[in-house]
Nanobody, 125 residues
């Protein structure tokens, strides 16, 4: 089992920044795909970004490219999502997710068996 705990959400005005953290514990994988998803009210959960904890760079949804940056600290088993130039349409519950192996099909929530409880991000105009 893998436990994921998100933090860092909050309220911010448009153009502002937030940094989300996802701390992993339990049977954390040395080589795993870890990602962020978000779910606005009344909408489906959608992929934001993902990274393979082994070799390789992150992948981003088109809607956040150039504004969001994914990073990881493997010594702390923690994933970060730096969100800059936030827009009202970024308002959502943000979830951290993990799966073993590489980040194939990382945009599909059903590929991830482990999820955090979510952290709310609200961006006002």
């Amino acid at each position: 089992q893998v436990q994921l705990v998100e933090s860092g959400g909050g309220w911010v005005q448009a153009g502002g920044s937030l940094r989300l953290s996802c701390a992993a514990s339990g049977n954390t994988y040395i080589n795993a795909c870890m990602g962020w998803f978000r779910q606005p009210p009344g909408k489906e959960r959608a992929a934001v970004a993902a990274i393979y904890t082994g070799v390789g760079g992150p992948g981003y949804a088109n809607s956040v490219k150039g504004r969001f940056t994914l990073s990881q600290d493997n010594t702390k088993n923690t994933l970060y999502l730096q969100m800059n130039n936030l827009k009202p349409e970024d308002t959502a519950m943000y979830y951290c997710a993990a799966k073993a192996g590489v980040c194939s099909s990382w945009s599909e929530p059903t590929q991830f068996p482990y999820w955090g409880q979510g952290t709310q991000v609200t961006v006002s105009s």
